[in-house]
């Protein structure tokens, strides 16, 4: 028995569309699921989602360490940093203040930014007293929880960028404050050669 070309071509486009139909079937996308807070008779408490485990921790989420994600140590504020103090948290701490915290506070940290100069309340000079004394974990605090009429930034700024920052206002701080003979001998040399 010999097939026509006319049988050929039908076995090979029927052979094509079953294929092609069987990739249709999406039963990942269609599969039987619960729809969010959709009703349930499966579980005593008749809610398709479940509670959490006692104890669940989001990833991410664990914060053991209340130095560097709270700025406390025995519940006190830190009155150090987390992490060793280097040029390169400095130089981190600067950009991520000309960022968040100048708009306020401006580049000096003299509390007239543009914002303030836009009719918003004027915060503290970071130089007064009352700020110098203060711990350090007093401005990590701050950037977290917020204080008076600055709202907080955790949401915006991650922990180890707070303590940047606050590294920074130290040094802001020290610079306003500074000495001459607090000054190395080899930058002192290279400053007044710069001098006009």
């Given at each position: 028995?010999?097939?026509?070309?006319?049988?050929?071509?039908?076995?090979?486009?029927?052979?094509?569309?079953?294929?092609a139909l069987s990739g249709c079937v999406q039963k990942?996308?269609?599969?039987?699921?619960?729809?969010?807070?959709?009703?349930?008779?499966?579980?005593?408490?008749?809610?398709?989602?479940?509670?959490?485990?006692?104890?669940?921790?989001?990833?991410?989420?664990?914060?053991?360490?209340?130095?560097?994600?709270?700025?406390?140590?025995?519940?006190?504020?830190?009155?150090?940093?987390?992490?060793?103090?280097?040029?390169?948290?400095?130089?981190?701490?600067?950009?991520?203040?000309?960022?968040?915290?100048?708009?306020?506070?401006d580049r000096a940290g003299t509390g007239s930014g543009?914002?303030?100069?836009?009719?918003?309340?004027?915060?503290?000079?970071?130089?007064?007293?009352?700020?110098?004394?203060?711990?350090?974990?007093?401005?990590?605090?701050?950037?977290?929880?917020?204080?008076?009429?600055?709202?907080?930034?955790?949401?915006?700024?991650?922990?180890?960028?707070?303590?940047?920052?606050?590294?920074?206002?130290?040094?802001?701080?020290?610079?306003?404050?500074?000495?001459?003979?607090?000054?190395?001998?080899a930058e002192l040399t290279r400053l007044e050669g710069?001098?006009?």
């Amino acid at each position: 028995m010999m097939l026509s070309l006319g049988d050929i071509l039908r076995a090979a486009l029927t052979v094509m569309a079953i294929m092609a139909l069987s990739g249709c079937v999406q039963k990942m996308a269609d599969q039987p699921r619960y729809e969010p807070l959709e009703a349930s008779d499966f579980f005593d408490d008749g809610r398709s989602e479940r509670p959490l485990v006692e104890g669940t921790i989001a990833r991410g989420q664990l914060q053991l360490d209340d130095h560097f994600f709270r700025g406390r140590v025995n519940g006190e504020l830190a009155t150090t940093l987390p992490m060793k103090m280097s040029l390169e948290l400095l130089q981190r701490g600067q950009q991520r203040f000309n960022i968040f915290c100048a708009p306020c506070h401006d580049r000096a940290g003299t509390g007239s930014g543009m914002i303030v100069r836009r009719g918003y309340a004027k915060p503290p000079h970071f130089a007064i007293d009352r700020l110098r004394e203060a711990p350090v974990g007093h401005f990590f605090d701050v950037m977290t929880n917020g204080y008076r009429q600055m709202p907080d930034y955790a949401a915006q700024v991650p922990p180890a960028d707070r303590w940047a920052i606050a590294a920074y206002i130290r040094a802001l701080q020290f610079s306003q404050h500074a000495s001459r003979d607090e000054v190395p001998a080899a930058e002192l040399t290279r400053l007044e050669g710069a001098a006009p």
